[in-house]
């Protein structure tokens, strides 16, 4: 299955779909050391980022967590590439400090499964998911 996506930051990333409905604030529910996420109300508690392809709507909190972006680069536990279903300045900024690839998915997009290899080649503005 493909989908059409919108470009934020360039690149490709590839991973198992980490996939919520919930925002993320990032300076408060994630550890950067780890990449997990520590808020036990989140529905991805206790799940890392780590080589994922993270799917979730947008950031939530302070823009200080495009800093938290960055540090989970530089401890090695960011996400492959990260879809939004709404980039936020947050999430574009952390993401373009981190070089991680990030894309817009539109709606009417097909839905990413929790868990299925993903693909993300933001520069042609192609998600492919693997079934």
């Given at each position: 299955m493909i989908n059409n996506c919108?470009?934020?930051v360039g690149g490709s990333g590839e991973g198992c779909a980490l996939v919520t409905m919930q925002p993320i604030n990032f300076l408060a529910m994630v550890d950067p050391k780890t990449?997990?996420?520590?808020?036990?109300?989140?529905?991805l508690h206790e799940k890392s980022l780590k080589?994922?392809?993270l799917v979730f709507p947008y950031a939530v909190g302070s823009s200080v967590g495009a800093y938290t972006?960055?540090?989970?680069?530089?401890f090695g536990s960011a996400p492959s590439a990260v879809v939004c279903s709404k980039a936020d300045i947050t999430t574009a900024s952390?993401?373009?400090?981190?070089?991680?690839?990030l894309v817009d998915l539109p709606k009417g997009g097909a839905?990413?499964?929790q868990g299925v290899l993903t693909r993300v080649e933001a520069d042609?503005?192609?998600?492919t998911v693997k079934v």
């Open positions: 919108k470009k934020i990449g997990l996420i520590t808020d036990p109300k989140h529905e080589d994922a392809v972006i960055y540090s989970l680069r530089e952390g993401c373009a400090i981190a070089n991680i690839p839905a990413i499964r042609i503005g192609r998600i």
